[in-house]
């Protein structure tokens, strides 16, 4: 049966399985998640525990060994199978199938998975895996909804604070929940049970979000301005290397030329996403930004990057940083 993680704690108080899969590729939710089914298992006193890490060089003859072999003093058993590359492979697959439709007795099983596309979804194994017992998808935070994430985050620790400052909080965090998660931690210790103000929330988040190339990226190709500048000064605060940022924002714009000119010659979109290498979630971002940015603009940023890049290497004069800042400004247009 399929759950919803803010169902989760409400079933294993209701009712329980001996069977619990979570898929998602998010640290922190999987590290509650995962925290609350072996926190019910202790209470239920499966005392015993064996852990396995499904790697290239596993042995799945030792899962189902390990679900017959029964401890000598009736002790139940807790398994726990990490499969972090969601792929167990022909044996695997076959040994979850087996597992499943004969779950051992007095033994409670936890499985976790990466977030899993489409077809893996329809795969017999990951069939079997969801219908035996309680599966839970747990799914990343949304930039937008991340504001209200943090808002019940706060009400759990008996604090809350306005709108404007759970969107600073938003924004400074840049969708890091691990880091949101300390910074609730943080604010508990440090204030009483009631309404913080923003320069209480300032002072304990300032410089806390941990930036990273690939959301300037994004910021790109949405043509999020504000957003650019923001994450463009936070990696030049924390020492990224110039270089680094260029190649990486002029792959994301060579990416958009390539789709560009392929719609301009009547090309079929998906087999242009698959050409440029674009998969899974930003395939309608990317295609969106192809289609409302015209060719000229974009040739005219791959010339700006040529530029930046002689710039790094000392043959061309200017500001690195301002010149990066400008590449982002804007790169979508409404020309097609």
Known sequence: MRIRFEQLTQFLKNQSTSLYTFSGNEPLL????????????RQQGYTERELFTVDQHFNWSDLLNAGNNRS??????????????????????KAIEAYCKALPPDTMTLVTLPRIDKQGQA??????????????????IDRNQLPEWLSQRLAGQHQKTTPATLQFL???LEGNLLAAHQEMQKLALLYPSGELSFDQVKDVV??????DV????????SGDSQRYNRILSGLQGEGTAPLLILATLT??????????????????????LLKARIWGERQKTVLTAAKRTSLQTLLQKLCQAALIDRIIKG?????VWNELLQLGLPVIDHHS
Not at 30 to 41: F, G, H, K, L
């Open 30 to 41: 999987i590290q509650e998640a995962t925290d609350q089914v072996r926190a019910c298992a």
């Open 251 to 272: 792959e994301q714009i060579r990416q958009l030329i390539t789709i560009r000119r392929g719609l301009n010659s009547g090309q079929s979109p998906d087999q242009l």
């Open 123 to 140: 795969s017999k194994w990951f069939k079997t895996l969801e219908s035996a017992g309680a599966f839970i998808p747990l799914y990343p």
């Open 72 to 93: 000598l003093f009736g002790d139940r058993k807790f398994i726990e199978i990490r499969i972090p590359s969601g792929k167990p492979g022909k044996e695997g697959s």
């Open 315 to 319: 043959v061309a004069q200017g500001d």
């Open 206 to 211: 300032l410089n806390v979000a941990r930036y």
């Open 214 to 221: 690939y959301q300037l990226a994004d910021a790109l190709i």
């Open 170 to 172: 938003a924004d400074r």
